[in-house]
């Protein structure tokens, strides 16, 4: 009876901690899908204002909303690469967590960019507008170029 007994519980034991494995890795994978989101919408508002600019497509009144959007989405840039959501399917290179001071200040860049670029699209300075959003463009690369795979 003992034997069954402490197998019982060696059984439940290993099932427990292969169900919290699976679950961590459910929460990994969950983390780096919102990332992925909220990158794409960064580069969608990015694309949308490129196209305005271009004079291809839009109205410049939009501008400014995509710039707002931009800058609302960099608040929330600081905490969507946590721990333990460098393994998977991401282009998030280790140097993210590896070197958290560089990325940390890369980062800053891209925000103090992001707010900029608001401003001057809230202010309808469209002579402005133009080196703003190079601003911000250098300040995506910053990151791109020492954070992230380089795309094939």
Known sequence: MKIRIVTFAILAVSALSI?????????????IAYRKAVMSSIG???????TIIKKAG????????????????????GHIFPEGSEFG???ALPAIWDKPDEFK??????????AHLSKVADG?????????FGGLAKA????HENF?????
């Open 19 to 31: 169900g919290a494995a699976t679950f961590a890795r459910a929460d990994d994978a969950g983390e």
């Open 44 to 50: 969608g508002h990015m694309a949308a204002m490129a």
């Open 58 to 77: 839009g109205q410049p009144a939009d501008l400014a909303v995509h710039a707002d959007g931009i800058a609302a989405l960099s608040k929330i840039a």
């Open 89 to 91: 399917d991401t282009a």
């Open 105 to 114: 200040k890369a980062l800053s860049a891209f925000q103090t960019a992001a």
């Open 124 to 132: 309808g300075d469209m002579q402005a507008f133009g080196p703003a």
């Open 140 to 143: 995506c690369k910053g990151c």
């Open 148 to 152: 992230r795979e380089k795309k094939q």
